[in-house]
């Protein structure tokens, strides 16, 4: 008879955690769940997280293989239904940031419709351009003594963003639309930029992060509030370019959900 296949000994960091709810910084590289885009892949942060509690969790949203940071399950069917409603219903607030080649206007919403043609995981009925809006706020910038295109110095910026809706790399493509593609982005972004980043400073990852959630509680109608790290990355480039702060406006707020935190 054949042995048991052991559960997975790694963990992921919890972020938040009580009766119904779990919170984990998901690493970049890491999928949600099975995916027939990557049949090859056999980690999924559902089996690691339910290995780790020792039970069923739900997710109850995604993020893609290569953004990082705060992912949220619930721990029962019932919130799984009500979480998934508030992340449908534009009521959850979420917090990204990246790192974009370019310098983007100090403040602004990206109000652009996107189509699913590039969502495979959508039916083709659902590929008519459906609205979409993203609020943004640069952060910091740098320019860099490197040619890469046609200048003789390269330009990059941090950016905070905060997408109203939910379409499926709306992220990445809405900065694609504005000239300003996420570094290190395969599909959407430059290669030879991602190229320096990958040789000068071995980063070779998607540089988005989720670094903050806030939603309703379904059982006690609180707000709960979540931040997350947005990864070692992003902590090493901050370090070693010169950056600069920018005195930006504040970015323009989209989400509905109340922004004073609980616990």
């Known amino acids: ?67 990082s940071g705060a992912l949220a399950f ?9 979480l998934a409603g508030q992340f449908a219903g534009k009521q959850v607030r979420k917090t990204y940031v990246a790192i974009v080649r370019g310098w983007p206007q100090p403040a602004g919403v990206i109000d652009h419709p996107l189509d699913a043609v590039q969502d495979a995981c959508a039916p083709t009925a659902d590929s008519a351009p459906k609205p979409c809006r993203t609020a943004f706020r640069t952060l910091a910038t740098v320019e860099l003594p490197v040619r890469v295109d046609r200048y003789p110095t390269s330009r990059y910026a941090l950016v905070e963003l905060e997408p109203e809706t939910g379409r499926r790399h709306q992220l990445r493509r809405h900065l694609a639309h504005l000239s300003h593609p996420i570094v290190g982005d395969s599909t959407y972004g430059k290669g030879r930029h991602n190229r ?61 959900v109340p922004s004073s935190p609980s616990t």
Not at 15 to 34: E, M, Q, T
Not at 74 to 82: F, I, R
Request: charged share 20%; aromatic share 6%.
């Open 74 to 82: 619930a721990l029962d069917k019932a919130t799984a239904t009500a």
């Open 196 to 256: 320096l980043f990958a040789e000068l400073y071995g980063v070779r990852r998607l540089l988005l992060a989720c670094v903050g959630l806030g939603f309703t509680h379904p059982a006690t109608g609180t707000i709960v509030r979540v931040q997350a790290d947005a990864g070692p990355e992003f902590d090493a480039l901050r370090q070693c370019m010169p950056w600069t702060a920018t005195l930006e406006p504040t970015r323009p707020s989209l989400s509905r």
């Open 1 to 67: 008879m054949s042995a048991a296949i052991p559960a997975s000994t790694e963990e992921l960091p919890i972020l938040y955690r009580d009766d119904a709810i779990v919170v984990v910084n998901k690493p970049s590289g890491l999928l949600v769940h099975r995916s027939p885009i990557d049949r090859h892949e056999t980690r999924f942060a559902v089996q690691l997280l339910r290995d780790q509690l020792g039970r069923h969790v739900f997710p109850v949203h995604r993020l893609d293989k290569g953004t």
